[in-house]
């Protein structure tokens, strides 16, 4: 009934996950962790009482950092880094 052609089918189609730069995904998670522990340690700084406006400071960029790096060492360095999480067919 239909005949299915290739005529006017091009070798050079564009495919966007090929051509996307890589490095820009790292850059997204970077910019996403960042926002996550910032908008996280605020919230939890808040919460504490009693604490004075210079140690509310230390104690905000110890948990961004904490935050921050429980992310890129813990789960990201270890848990994502599994053979059973790789696609490798």
């Not at 910032?38 to 400071?57: F, H, V």
């Not at 905000?60 to 935050?67: D, H």
């Not at 059973?84 to 067919?89: A, E, F, G, K």
Request: charged share 10%.
């Amino acid at each position: 009934m239909f005949s299915i052609t290739c005529m006017g089918m091009h070798p050079n189609i564009h495919i966007p996950r090929e051509s996307w730069p890589h490095w820009t995904w790292y850059a997204i998670e970077c910019i996403l962790v960042i926002a996550v522990s910032m908008i996280a340690s605020s919230k939890i700084t808040n919460t504490i009482e009693g604490l004075t406006p210079e140690i509310q400071n230390y104690v905000f960029i110890g948990m961004f950092g904490g935050f921050f790096l429980i992310w890129y060492i813990g789960i990201r360095g270890f848990i994502l880094k599994k053979k059973i999480l790789r696609n490798s067919y």
